[in-house]
């Protein structure tokens, strides 16, 4: 298993340019989740998915956006980037066969995408 | 609203020296979540804990929960240079999915 897969490692961008990250996963989890991670900080909900066709928002959600249309993909898309986008970016995954509202399991992070915004 | 915050941010010690880091949460949490970072690295799980009292080991790693006081504590036992990395703790808000990330620990051992 590859686990989660984040493409691409690094890229960077243009003001007001927009570009989709790509996550996928490929251990059959339900849950899947983006933060980004500011330097010196811990990291901040985006968005998150308990299954496909489900999203929701996180602590920090204004400027991007997701889709969960399977249940291995959970792409995010920033529409006209910008500066205080410059950020990690991870995506995450976990499992839970309870059909509980939440997941008790670890999350497990892809290896992140560095952005930079100029 | 849920914070989670960690103390100390910052720790260097001493090759076989034993610490004690903590993370401290707002509110209720149902869950508490600890991981390790490498520097550049992604997140990699050390221990879910999902009741008060409930204590976990690995290696030289204990992690424990008291909901009452809203603590939880990483211990370290007799540090190795490997452990040298930053730990983060999170906790669940409100039972759903968002988890709250503290800043992180950022452990040196020295030898």
């Known amino acids: 298993n590859a686990g989660v897969t984040q493409t691409p490692k690094f890229r960077i961008l243009k003001i007001g340019q927009s570009m989709t990250l790509q996550c996928a996963q490929d251990?059959?989890?339900?849950?899947m989740y983006w933060y980004r991670q500011d330097p010196g900080m811990g990291l901040k909900l985006i968005y998150y998915?308990?299954?496909?066709?489900?999203?929701d928002k996180g602590e920090v959600p204004n400027g991007y956006n997701v889709s969960r249309s399977t249940t291995e993909d959970f792409p995010l898309r920033l529409e006209l980037a910008a500066p205080s986008q410059t950020s990690v970016y991870f995506c995450?995954?976990?499992?839970?066969?309870?059909?509980?509202?939440?997941?008790?399991?670890?999350?497990?992070f892809g290896d992140g995408t560095r952005l930079s915004i100029l | 609203e849920l914070k989670v915050e960690q103390n100390p941010l910052f720790l260097s010690m001493q090759e076989g020296k034993n610490y004690t880091i903590y993370c401290n949460y707002s509110?209720?949490?149902?869950?508490l979540y600890w991981y390790r970072q490498d520097p550049g690295k992604s997140l990699e799980s050390l221990f879910v804990?999902?009741?008060?009292?409930a204590v976990k080991q690995e290696g030289r790693l204990m992690a424990s929960l008291d909901t009452k006081a809203r603590l939880s504590t990483l211990h370290i036992t007799a540090a190795v240079h490997d452990l040298s990395a930053t730990y983060f703790c999170?906790?669940?808000?409100?039972?759903?999915?968002?988890?709250?990330f503290g800043k992180g620990m950022k452990l040196t051992v020295n030898p």
């Open positions: 509110t209720t949490s149902d869950r």
């Open positions: 251990m059959n989890h339900n849950y």
């Open positions: 995450a995954s976990s499992y839970d066969p309870g059909g509980r509202l939440h997941s008790n399991q670890p999350q497990h």
């Open positions: 804990l999902l009741s008060n009292g």
């Open positions: 999170a906790g669940a808000q409100g039972g759903s999915e968002k988890l709250v």
């Open positions: 998915s308990v299954g496909a066709g489900i999203t």
